[in-house]
């Protein structure tokens, strides 16, 4: 059986529960073994598909097409290993699979109650589909003390009751402040949230203290005697100065070597921290940098666009540079005011997006990048917005538009069913907005020779779609004519993955998202290709 490592926060949310588990997770698969991450997000949504990133992040989608919590964009990034559906679990999944099961009779006539009922279907969700793993780290949302995250803590109390403490360990992350005014570290808020773990049965083993600056030996100390954790199990963790130093960190903090010793097995090989401390090299010496305009609704929000900033800082690794991002809010933003905007950047993207808010602005951006020859990346929604402003100003289709926004366009951008009878428009029906998407991996065959090609190294490539809407293929002919190739297209040649433009030094649109699949440790060759363009522009 997989040993199990349970992470939970306590005292403040945004403590870095995502990347402490990420951490963790390299460096036990550095070091030989095989690693599963799963979270458990206690909101009342059956996924966070639904959820704007006001609410929520980012929503990252996995290979078989979840709608998962950003965390488990870190834990790709960190370990390479690639989450399933599987790896991801809402109260309000758990509570649709109860009550459907109560509704059909599943429960013969019982009482249905959040233990054991609920509790029994969380404990269903960590062991389901782990094979031969040896670790599955389990991350449990939100803080311990909430009511939401109980039915999860005690669900996880109620496994390693059963399943013995040499198969389970606790996790604990905590918040250790540090008061200017006394000029003292105080331990007193992690000693509370110990309490509250321990009055729902629950004695952490390993405690990580997040803490601004190192935390003195008698801290420790008292953390360990009023936590009753061993000294060497009490671990700090100060900020780090890159996101990528955090493995390396946590393996001087030899936490990796408490969960170890904790679960009585050795390393099977030495960690490897090298690539970890080449990017962190990279990313703190390097001086020079480029902007790149990134213009979308939440694009001030910090992890609305968590992956695809990620994916931008991975593509100015790969070219040594250093990427700033000039973040413009499409909300308010005025076609004459364009230029001045982005006269001085070194590229343009547009990134994925719903509704039509703030979409005109995008469509003259795209205009300006692609008449001043800036580059440019369209991203899903970025690249259907390429393809309005190219109708419009080049087929001078005036109508042209996306049935998303405009129920009276001509729409170059549809629901397929709108379109796809020989060009014919039917309208489309969309009422249920949950999981109806073109979700998860699809392949595209690429255009021998074209640009796309050339990044890719290959004639036929997998990535991650999150999208209602198509290219109207129908006008392919018209817009190849005039320049804008469809180099990319799925494997019945009904659906265009990829646009380039013929006659400018880098304009791609692609309908998929390639910065999920972008890693530091290999960044994404579209990105890579990207920032190098726009260091080449300046
Ligand atoms: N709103 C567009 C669609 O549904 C684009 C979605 C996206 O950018 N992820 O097709």
């Not at 909101?43 to 989608?61: A, C, I, K, R, W």
């Not at 963790?237 to 493995?247: F, G, L, M, N, Q």
């Not at 808010?357 to 990346?377: C, D, H, M, Q, V």
């Not at 001509?410 to 949950?434: F, S």
Request: glycine share 8%.
């Amino acid at each position: 059986m997989a040993r199990y490592i349970f992470v939970t926060g306590g005292v403040v949310s945004s403590l870095g529960k995502g990347l402490s588990s990420a951490s963790l997770a390299y460096l036990l698969k550095s070091q030989g073994y095989k690693v599963r991450l799963r979270k458990m997000d206690p909101y009342l949504n059956v996924d966070p598909g639904t959820m704007s990133p006001f609410q929520h992040g980012e929503v990252f989608v996995t290979d078989d097409g979840a709608e998962t919590d950003l965390d488990l964009g870190h834990y790709e990034r960190f370990t390479n290993i690639s989450s399933k559906q599987s790896d991801n679990i809402t109260t309000g999944r758990i509570y649709s699979d109860v009550i459907k099961k109560e509704r059909t009779g599943g429960y013969l006539g019982k009482t249905v109650q959040v233990i054991p009922h609920v509790t029994n279907r969380i404990k269903e969700f960590i062991k389901k589909d782990i094979s031969n793993e040896d670790f599955v780290i389990c991350e449990i949302g939100g803080t311990v003390g909430d009511i939401e995250s109980l039915p999860f803590v005690e669900a996880i109390r109620q496994f390693s009751n059963e399943h013995g403490k040499s198969k389970t360990l606790f996790i604990h992350l905590t918040f250790v402040p540090f008061l200017k005014s006394s000029d003292e570290i105080k331990t007193k808020p992690t000693q509370h949230s110990v309490k509250e773990l321990r009055s729902i049965g629950i004695q952490p083993d390993i405690i990580i203290c997040r803490s601004q600056q190192s935390i003195p030996l008698d801290q420790r100390k008292k953390i360990s005697l009023f936590c009753n954790v061993p000294i060497e199990n009490v671990i700090e963790t100060v900020d780090v100065r890159t996101i990528y130093e955090a493995p390396i960190s946590f393996f001087n903090q030899k936490l990796d070597k408490q969960v170890l010793k904790y679960f009585k097995l050795k390393p099977k090989k030495r960690a490897n921290l090298n690539p970890w401390k080449k990017i962190t090299k990279i990313t703190l010496n390097t001086k020079k940098s480029i902007d790149i305009a990134i213009i979308g609704k939440y694009v001030n929000l910090k992890d609305a666009y968590k992956s695809l900033d990620e994916a931008l800082v991975h593509g100015g690794i790969s070219n040594k540079i250093k990427v700033n991002l000039v973040r413009i809010e499409s909300d308010n933003l005025k076609t004459k005011e364009i230029g001045k905007k982005l006269k001085n950047v070194s590229g343009l993207l547009i990134p994925g997006g719903f509704g039509k808010r703030g979409t005109e602005g995008k469509i003259s951006a795209i205009k300006y990048a692609r008449e001043n020859k800036i580059p440019f990346l369209g991203i899903c929604f970025g690249m259907q917005m390429a393809i309005i402003e190219f109708a419009r100003n080049k087929l001078k289709i005036k109508k042209a538009g996306s049935s998303e926004l405009d129920k009276k366009c001509y729409p170059v951008i549809g629901l397929i069913n709108e379109w796809d009878k020989n060009g014919k428009i039917i309208k489309g029906t969309d009422k249920n907005l949950g999981g109806t998407m073109r979700l998860g991996l699809y392949e595209a065959k690429l255009r021998n020779n074209s640009a796309i090609n050339r990044i890719y190294k290959s004639r036929s490539i997998k990535e991650r779609h999150r999208h209602r809407y198509e290219v109207n293929n129908s006008l392919k002919h018209q817009f190849e004519t005039k320049g804008l190739i469809f180099s990319g297209m799925s494997p019945d040649n009904k659906l265009p993955e990829i646009i380039e433009l013929k006659n400018h030094p880098w304009f791609i649109g692609v309908q998929f998202h390639p910065e999920f699949r972008s890693r530091p440790l290999s960044p994404h060759p579209l990105f890579s290709s990207f920032i190098k363009a726009a260091k080449n522009h300046k």
